[in-house]
């Protein structure tokens, strides 16, 4: 359904986005994930026209965002929640609808849609964070499009605004729509990502399924031991690498059977062995720390 390739933009000497290519698929939910400052804001911003490329294109279906006929009946996007304070949420999402040449009558159904019917008539200047997002999120909705381009869309809910907006957006996904969203929660993207768009530094560091990515690392076998000295020195021996976290060795590239069975022939006592598959959050972690402009130590 989008198709970016080789998309570029500098900013002086700075380049925050660097010949970047990937694809979006039809019926998924893909997520936009790397650390701030990847470039992750401006690529959304070109997929929509707002900033103008150095090199580059981004199409849907093949036909550029300008060159659409009519561009809010196929991208919804959502990049930015500011709106104008003084407007009731009604008369904002009919001020946009008159701008994107949607019918009137969508505003009572997009307003249920986010669950802002009882504040329709209330002004956007009194609404919560929360509130600005569903309310971004309905004006996104008013061309009823086939593509929503979300930067960051849960930031301000609450628990049950997150879980309102997953399951919205997987059922928009299901129903054959498709999904761009970026998000610094990758717990939460976790539960319903699909695949995954990894930034850094303005690069592509991965375009694959969840499950490619939380694959690359091995399990972790973790054991808890009173001889953690003596274990690490046999697992050494066996070319097994391994690192000592208290009383407890993680141990990588091997199996828990063939853990257990180094210590059982040589007599270490083991008081827990486990295995542990890298969670999605560690993952991205591991493949962006290189790139993050701000690493703890």
């Known amino acids: 359904m989008i198709t970016v390739s080789g998309l570029t933009k500098k900013y002086g000497t700075r380049v925050a986005v660097d010949d970047l290519s990937f694809d979006v698929a039809t019926g998924r939910v893909t997520g936009f994930v790397g650390p701030n400052g990847a470039g992750k804001s401006t690529t959304m911003r070109m997929m929509v026209g707002l900033t103008r490329p150095d090199a580059g294109t981004v199409r849907y279906h093949g036909v550029s965002y300008r060159d659409l006929q009519s561009p809010a009946r196929t991208v919804g996007s959502v990049l930015d929640a500011r709106m104008h304070p003084g407007r009731t949420a009604r008369n904002h999402l009919r001020a946009t609808a008159a701008i994107s040449g949607v019918p009137v009558g969508r505003v009572e159904e997009v307003l249920a ?49 997150i879980r309102w907006l997953r399951d919205y957006l997987s059922d928009f996904a299901a129903r054959g729509g498709t999904v761009f969203v970026s998000s610094h929660l990758i717990s939460e993207l976790s539960m319903f ?66 853990v257990s069975r180094i210590a059982f022939d040589n007599h270490i006592r083991v008081h827990e062995l486990t295995e542990a598959s890298p969670s999605l959050e560690d993952s991205l972690l591991h493949m962006t720390r290189a790139s993050a402009e701000f690493a703890s130590a």
């Open 113 to 161: 849609e986010v669950g802002l019917e009882t504040a329709a008539d209330q002004r956007a200047g009194k609404f919560s964070l929360g509130m600005r997002q569903r309310l971004a999120l309905a004006a996104a909705l008013l061309g009823d499009p086939q593509v929503l381009l979300l930067d960051e869309p849960s930031n301000g809910l609450d628990p049950d605004g």
């Open 193 to 258: 990502a699909h695949d995954l768009v990894v930034l850094g530094g303005g690069r592509l560091l991965a375009a694959e399924s969840v499950e490619a990515i939380t694959s690359r690392h091995d399990v972790a076998v973790i054991v808890q031991t009173p001889q953690p000295v003596e274990l690490l020195e046999l697992l050494a021996g066996y070319d097994l690498v391994a690192e000592a976290a208290g009383d407890r060795l993680i141990v990588r590239g091997t199996s828990r059977a063939a």
